[in-house]
């Protein structure tokens, strides 16, 4: 603990501050929303949604560490020309290019993530090994090395199994998490560590031949016998289906279904025949050392080489020279539509820009504009639920509040297209107050409304909201003068009393966004269950929202101090070893230098 608190205060602002946003967010945050209050304990994803990514369990996924394509390999795997499901294409008359297209990117995997880019794989000779290892080793530490894989797995298939659900609630910030399948990277470090142990202890441990001998036909029977199980018999007993079929093959296309099974049957079948190869590679060449015809190096090269050609033979499927490009063709990846280069021409930069191809994850929209869509994997909750009750039912209140003002859509020639939509700006006045007693209800009055004459607010921000803000001056104006990540500036000017809303995201005031009114620290409230909004005196002022968190404006105060002492304490103890060190040197003994003794019979 000593040591945690010098090394963590550099990090105090990062830290702080994430902990603050990150109950606003999906992953630690709650909805207000009565339909989503089944949410997690003390915040975090829905445990449905957080365990999309699990890996199977009974129908024997968990199985790739050891056989690669137990469950087809990947999403978008490729088949060869040979394959049945290419013959059976080009046999009903599909086009030779088209054929060729789909088995490039088959959608090989049926297991039961919605999707996968490829298998976990531990190696089948490392995982022989590991089995051998826990039979041999006699370091105690293979115990944890075994309790980490144990535990691993078990995060790892998710909400295939009860425990995984009691340690997503009981577990401090684990329901912050989505993807299960990434605990298996633990066991990944612990299988070949102890595979290890097991060649340190074959190579300068004490052991019995014979029983060493009997202890390695076990490892070779568990390991290859799995294999026959689940890998070659399982492949003629298999179904080779799985509910994301539905989404590939529809409109009476069941027959390049059976096609696309007989081409899992055979990849299940190959790739089992292959684990077997190898877990045979590596019983020989322990065999061999342990008759003693192998030397050292000769045994711990094998065994390398075995190791890297099986693991090399399936890595390179998912990371080859495809995956690397010039610094040109992936510049070009970056190249404006031309529905971007038409919107790019509006001299204004302060609007936001909607693509209704795939709003919420797409990025590219936002690389040459603003947009309201846009992916992250921790949005605000708040935003969450507009998404999902308004934004993706195409709300056009919604979006008008939002500042949009183009819209991309595409045609069924794949062709974008750019309509100009009637946005509200960046910030307007308002004559009408709709109060809402609760989030269900503010969310319900967002369905119809006016969003350029009416707002509507939570009863809680009624203190900052008095009966006689909204005033009646046709002429009031509002502006946007100066934008910036941490400061938006604007400047109004009006004869009466107003309420102004402006288009960007309410984050609680207390943990981000400040309020100035000439200078003056003032209130604003939230509005439209996402906005931002104000009660605004008659006059001509300046409005100025600074992002000044005290997590942010203190914790750098922290951290640049906690940087100090740590660097005083390093350079510190530096120098007092380097002063003790001196000082036992000057306290060494000094050598006593010897008398010089005449020689009888000499002068001197």
């Not at 370091?139 to 944890?144: L, M």
Request: with cysteine; proline share 4%.
């Amino acid at each position: 603990m000593v040591q945690v608190i010098p090394a963590g205060k550099p990090n105090i602002a990062n830290l702080w501050s994430t902990q603050e946003y990150v109950k606003e967010t999906m992953r630690g945050g709650s909805s207000e929303l009565t339909q989503k209050k089944q949410q997690a304990k003390g915040g975090g994803l829905d445990f449905q949604y957080a365990t999309e990514w699990s890996y199977g369990l009974f129908d024997g996924e968990i199985l790739s560490i050891l056989i690669p394509d137990i469950k087809g390999g990947s999403s978008g795997g490729e088949l060869s020309e040979e394959s049945a499901t290419y013959k059976e294409l080009t046999g009903k008359g599909v086009p030779q290019n088209s054929a060729l297209n789909f088995i490039q990117h088959a959608p090989l995997y049926w297991g039961s993530q919605q999707f996968t880019s490829g298998p976990v794989y531990f190696g089948a000779a490392v995982v022989f090994l590991f089995v051998f290892s826990l039979l041999i080793v006699r370091n105690r530490i293979k115990w944890a090395l075994l309790s980490l894989v144990v535990i691993s797995i078990i995060l790892g298939v998710g909400r295939n199994t009860f425990l995984y659900h009691i340690i997503f609630d009981t577990l401090p910030f684990f329901n912050k998490f989505r993807n299960p399948s990434m605990a298996l990277a633990i066991a990944q470090l612990a299988v070949p560590a102890l595979a290890l142990l097991g060649l340190n202890e074959l190579i300068n441990g004490d052991w019995n031949k014979d029983d060493l001998i009997k202890k390695l036909k076990i490892a070779g029977g568990v390991t290859a016998g799995i294999v026959l199980i689940f890998g070659v018999l399982g492949s003629f007993i298999y179904s080779f289906t799985a509910d994301a079929d539905k989404r590939w093959f529809e409109n009476n296309q069941g027959w390049v279904l059976d096609a696309l099974k007989k081409d899992r049957s055979s990849l299940l079948f190959m790739s089992s025949i292959r684990s077997l190869f190898f877990i045979g590679a590596a019983f020989g060449i322990v065999w061999l050392f342990v008759q003693k015809k192998l030397s050292n190096t000769l045994f711990i090269g094998s065994l390398a080489l075995v190791f890297l050609v099986d693991e090399w033979m399936i890595d390179k499927r998912y990371l080859n020279s495809d995956n690397f490009v010039e610094v040109s063709k992936y510049q070009s990846n970056h190249t404006p539509t031309q529905a971007d280069l038409e919107i790019l021409k509006d001299p204004d930069p302060h609007y936001r820009v909607f693509n209704t191809g795939n709003p919420f994850n797409d990025a590219m929209t936002s690389y040459f504009h603003q947009s309201i869509g846009g992916y992250s994997a921790v949005k605000l909750q708040r935003y969450q639920d507009l998404i999902e009750n308004q934004i993706s039912k195409g709300n056009t209140g919604v979006l008008q509040m939002l500042n949009t003002k183009y819209v991309i859509t595409e045609g069924q020639d794949r062709q974008q297209r750019v309509q100009r939509f009637p946005g509200l700006g960046n910030c307007w006045f308002v004559r009408d107050v709709k109060w809402a007693k609760n989030a269900d209800e503010e969310m319900a009055d967002l369905t119809s409304f006016d969003p350029k004459t009416t707002v509507i607010v939570d009863e809680r921000y009624r203190k900052d909201l008095p009966d006689n803000s909204t005033g009646s001056d046709s002429l009031a104006i509002i502006k946007l003068k100066e934008y910036t990540p941490n400061k938006v500036t604007y400047a109004y000017s009006s004869a009466s009393s107003q309420v102004a809303v402006f288009s960007e995201i309410y984050y609680d005031g207390g943990k981000g966004w400040n309020t100035y009114l000439d200078g003056k620290l003032v209130p604003h409230f939230r509005a439209d269950y996402v906005l931002r909004a104000m009660a605004l005196p008659a006059g001509s002022h300046l409005i100025e929202f600074k992002f000044e968190p005290k997590s942010v404006v203190l914790g750098n105060k922290i951290a640049y101090a906690g940087s100090f002492i740590l660097f005083a304490f390093v350079f510190g103890t530096l120098g007092f070893a380097g002063f003790r060190r001196m000082k036992d040197i000057e306290a060494e003994p000094k050598p006593v230098a010897q008398p010089t003794v005449s020689k009888p019979g000499k002068k001197k």
